[in-house]
C-alpha cells in the first residue's frame, strides 16, 4: 500500500499521525544560527531588548543580536518582523502601538494576531500626566477644568502618532470629555525637550524618565497613568484618583514572533523569556525604573493581546482617530 494511502486510512479511523522526520525549524534543532530581536521603537523597550538579548544568548546556546528600526510608531519594525520567515529566527519586542496601529492606520492591512504569534507579556512601566510649571493646573481636576474652559487651546507632546504618549492623551480626553491637541514629534526626546522649554505644556513621559525633573521643580508630576500607584513616585496618584475615573493605561511590552512560527519553538522562547524576566538582575533594574515583571505564559499573552486590541479599537473609534 502507497504511504499516502497509509495515512488517508490512519486519518479515516481518528488514529493520530506523527511523521518522525526531521522538521526544518523544530525545537529540537532550534537554534542552529543567531537569533534577532527586532526594536520597533527607542527609549525603554530599546534598553529592555538589549538586556534580553544578553540573558538570551547563553540560554539559546547562540548570539542573539539587537536590530533597531524605529520610526512611523513603530510601523517599520512592525512589518519588517511580520514578513519575516517564520522560524525562530526574527523576535519583535512589541509594546502598545502593536495592537493600536491597526486602528490608526486601517489601510496599512495590519492584523496584530494575524501577523504575530505572542510569545510572553514581560512587563509593564507607568507614565506620567506631566505639566511644565507655566501651566496653571496644579492636580488633575485644575487640568481637566482648564480644558474645559480653554476648549482647543492647550496641547500635549507626543512622540508620534498612535506611540504611548499619543494614547495616554487621548484617553484622557476620552474619558474626561475634553480636547487637549497632540503636537507629534519624531520620538521622545523632542517630546521632552519641547515640554522642558515651556514649547509644549503637557507630555507623558514615562515613569523613570521624568523623576529627576520633578525633583528639581523643572517639571509637575500629576499623575501616573497605572491603576496603581508607582514605587518610583509613590506620593503622586493615578489619574483615575485624581479625578479621572477608569482611567488606566500602563505601557507594557511583549515579545512576539512572526505567525506561524512553530508552537514548539514559541513554547521553549516562552520558558527561557519568562526565566530570564524573573532573574534578580533584571527584577532589580525593573523596580528601579518603576516597572513591574509581568513574565506571563503564552497563553496569557494572547489574552493579553486580544483584550488590548478590543479596548483600544473602541477608544480610537470613539475619538475618530487617524494616521495616515
Known amino acids: 500500500?502507497?504511504?499516502?494511502?497509509?495515512?488517508?486510512?490512519?486519518?479515516?479511523?481518528?488514529?493520530?499521525?506523527?511523521?518522525?522526520?526531521?522538521?526544518?525549524?523544530?525545537?529540537?534543532?532550534?537554534?542552529?544560527?543567531p537569533v534577532r530581536i527586532i526594536l520597533p521603537y527607542l527609549g525603554s523597550t530599546e534598553f529592555a531588548g538589549r538586556w534580553l538579548a544578553a540573558k538570551l544568548a547563553p540560554?539559546?546556546?547562540?548570539?542573539?543580536v539587537v536590530d533597531p528600526r524605529p520610526g512611523a510608531g513603530g510601523k517599520i519594525g512592525h512589518e519588517?518582523?511580520?514578513?519575516?520567515?517564520?522560524?525562530?529566527?526574527?523576535?519583535?519586542?512589541?509594546?502598545?502601538?502593536?495592537?493600536?496601529?491597526?486602528?490608526?492606520?486601517?489601510?496599512?492591512?495590519?492584523?496584530?494576531?494575524?501577523?504575530?504569534?505572542?510569545?510572553?507579556?514581560l512587563g509593564t512601566i507607568p507614565a506620567v500626566l506631566a505639566?511644565?510649571?507655566?501651566?496653571?493646573?496644579?492636580?488633575?481636576?485644575?487640568?481637566?477644568?482648564?480644558?474645559?474652559?480653554?476648549?482647543?487651546?492647550?496641547?500635549?507632546?507626543?512622540?508620534?502618532?498612535?506611540?504611548?504618549?499619543?494614547?495616554?492623551?487621548e484617553l484622557l480626553n476620552y474619558l474626561a470629555k475634553i480636547e487637549i491637541t497632540a503636537i507629534h514629534f519624531k520620538g521622545g526626546?523632542?517630546?521632552?525637550?519641547?515640554?522642558?522649554?515651556?514649547?509644549?505644556?503637557?507630555?507623558?513621559?514615562?515613569?523613570?524618565?521624568?523623576v529627576p525633573y520633578v525633583k528639581a521643580g523643572r517639571i509637575r508630576a500629576l499623575g501616573v497613568t497605572?491603576?496603581?500607584?508607582?514605587?518610583?513616585?509613590p506620593d503622586v496618584p493615578t489619574i483615575a484618583q485624581a479625578g479621572v475615573p477608569g482611567y488606566d493605561f500602563t505601557p507594557w511590552?511583549?515579545?512576539?514572533?512572526?505567525?506561524?512560527?512553530?508552537a514548539a519553538i514559541v513554547t521553549q522562547l516562552n520558558t527561557h523569556l519568562v526565566k530570564a524576566m524573573r532573574s534578580p538582575d533584571i527584577a532589580e533594574r525593573m523596580a528601579r525604573d518603576g516597572a513591574d515583571v509581568i513574565a506571563s505564559s503564552q497563553a496569557d499573552a494572547?489574552?493579553?493581546?486580544?483584550?488590548?486590541t478590543e479596548k483600544w479599537r473602541r477608544v480610537i473609534k470613539e475619538r475618530g482617530m487617524r494616521a495616515e
Not at 526531521?22 to 532550534?30: D, E, I, K
Not at 502593536?98 to 486602528?103: D, G, Q, T, W
Not at 507655566?134 to 481637566?144: D, K
Open 302 to 308: 494572547v489574552k493579553h493581546v486580544l483584550s488590548e
Open 80 to 121: 519588517l518582523a511580520a514578513k519575516a520567515a517564520p522560524d525562530g529566527y526574527t523576535l519583535m519586542l512589541g509594546a502598545p502601538p502593536l495592537v493600536i496601529n491597526p486602528h490608526l492606520y486601517p489601510k496599512a492591512g495590519q492584523d496584530t494576531l494575524r501577523d504575530f504569534a505572542p510569545i510572553a507579556l
Open 59 to 64: 540560554a539559546l546556546g547562540q548570539q542573539v
Open 131 to 169: 505639566v511644565h510649571p507655566s501651566v496653571p493646573a496644579r492636580n488633575v481636576r485644575e487640568l481637566v477644568q482648564l480644558a474645559k474652559s480653554r476648549a482647543g487651546s492647550l496641547n500635549y507632546a507626543s512622540s508620534g502618532a498612535g506611540t504611548n504618549h499619543h494614547i495616554a492623551g
Open 1 to 33: 500500500m502507497k504511504s499516502r494511502n497509509i495515512l488517508a486510512l490512519l486519518a479515516a479511523t481518528g488514529c493520530a499521525v506523527i511523521l518522525l522526520l526531521p522538521l526544518r525549524g523544530s525545537a529540537q534543532s532550534y537554534p542552529a544560527k
Open 226 to 233: 497605572s491603576a496603581t500607584r508607582s514605587t518610583a513616585m
Open 253 to 262: 511590552q511583549i515579545m512576539v514572533a512572526p505567525a506561524g512560527t512553530p
Open 189 to 210: 526626546g523632542p517630546a521632552a525637550i519641547a515640554n522642558l522649554s515651556g514649547e509644549v505644556g503637557i507630555n507623558w513621559p514615562n515613569v523613570v524618565a521624568v
